[in-house]
């Protein structure tokens, strides 16, 4: 709680030690105590603080009490201001008359009784602050009295100049007030039923849900707000907004309901066409940051498709022109077919893609055995990674998990996933494969899922480029100079074929430097026996790529002409 002010008292004596004998007597009181030795300095004490009581010494020299109290009596804020004359030499009736008759209210002969002393001057103090607090009530008052007064020409005046329409209603929805522009927009002053009136004018297309709305609101005590547009008396269509509120008496009984009106017709508008500059901005964004990716791809598919395809002119034309020993002849043509593979590896990709973005992407669809296929694939790469000195790791579920897919696209998924993990693996790192058993009910109607992750121990992504890691022609960088080939297809192409078996694929990495974790999941087949994948046969090349020849895998995709990828390059850049 604020503490109770402090109101001053003023000592007046010549005697210092007057002074601290009455300060000590009167210390316990807890008011301010102002010291004066003279008539003059009381006076100069008075000129600039009000004073609860006045304990004035008679018998002072230059100018004594009575001169000092009839000084005090002649200014005006400190006329009414109570005095005790103190005096202790003389106890003439003649004096003490003198000092009443200059409106003394007591005149006290030393030595004083501290009790009796304490007791006059604490009644003066609560006198004093009696009348503060009255003096302030009555300013409060007077206050409220002229803000009172002005109040209703104020709300007249506030009324009349309104930029909205206002108005007032009673318990039973009747229009009991409405300013000018009230008036203005809606064409009539009261109505019997205000919304309903309302609705008269407003488009029937608002018209259902301003009459169930606004009568809900109404009839729960909730303020309302809503949007629609009307008809004006001139018959122009207008946007107007509405707001209502229940109006309450102290005690919280309903009284009617205030609201306003507004014409916002030029705002909708203005948003309309802000929304229409936006689109066309976000538009033209789009083109240019589709012109720039397609750039950037052709700039890298160049390069990409001329770097093995001089490795194999370059050799091809000295096994023409020059005679090589067997090694050396052997060596050209394992180069001229590991890129040769490479290259058409490109060609397949880009194919891919132009068949995902036409739609024409075909699956052939049978219970596939993940353990099984997840085994097969990373021996297909396991030689890649060993040349990086790479440990691979796999954490299979040890029960068979079966999902319904195509083999070949599958095995095309995880193959992309983890030739894109050893790439960005340093020397020496460690990939790690997990197949789990996962409850959920968000992939199918099942309650159980496939749940495939590669783990990786690379440079990670980062985090301004996850959210795009899966888009078609992007790279985290995508310079021509860049240490890691590619083409950026691989991710979108694994994303796209994860969707078309109803999975979803994920991306996560905590920054650069860090590592990523891709997770794929699918939805299980428990209901016919799974299609196992023979064992593999593999084939070392220089290049570290690597030929499934018992499986057959690669179908009509493999086989494509030379003048295909200009073919797809132009379809992509017209996209």
Known sequence: MQSEPKVNVLLVDDHPENLIALEAILDGLGQNLVKAGSGEEALRCLLNQDFAVILLDVQMPGMDGFETATMIRQRERSRNTPIIFLTAFSTSDNLMFKGYSLGAVDYLLKPIDPVILNSKVSVFVDLFKKN?????????????????????????????????????????????????????????????????????????????????????????GQPYSGEFRIYQPDKSLRWVHIRSAPMLSDNGTLLGHVGTIEDITERKQAEAVREQFIREHAARQQAEEANRMKDEFLAILSHELRTPLNSILGWSRLLVTKKFDEKTRIKALETIERNARSQARLVNDILDVSQIIQGNLRLSIQPVNLQNLIEVTVETVRLQAEEKSIEMKTYLYPDALRVSGDPERLRQILTNLLSNAIKFTPESGVIEIWLKLVETTEISRSNQYAQL???????????????????????????????????????????????????????????????????????????TPETELPQKKIMKHQSNEYENEELGCQVERDRVQVASPVLVVENLGAK
């Open 453 to 527: 992750q590669v783990i990786d121990q690379g440079i990670g992504i980062n985090p301004e480029f996850l959210p795009h890691v899966f888009d078609s022609f992007r790279q985290g960088n995508s310079s021509i100079s860049r240490p890691y080939g590619g083409l950026g297809l691989g991710l979108a192409i694994a994303r796209h074929l994860v969707e078309l078996h109803n999975g979803t694929i994920r991306a996560q990495s905590e920054g650069e430097g860090k590592g990523a974790t891709f997770t794929i999941d699918l939805p299980l087949n428990t209901s």
């Open 132 to 220: 503060l607090e009255v003096q302030h009530q009555a300013a409060q008052l007077a206050a409220m009295n002229a803000e009172l007064k002005q109040s209703e020409e104020r709300f007249r005046t506030l009324s009349a100049c309104s930029p909205v329409g206002i108005f007032l209603t009673d318990t039973f929805g009747r229009c009991t007030y409405s300013n000018p522009k009230f008036q203005a927009i809606c064409g009539f002053i009261t109505a019997e039923s205000w919304y309903e009136e309302f609705a008269n004018l407003t488009l029937p297309e608002d018209r259902e849900s301003l009459l169930i709305e606004w009568p809900n609101c109404i009839s729960q």
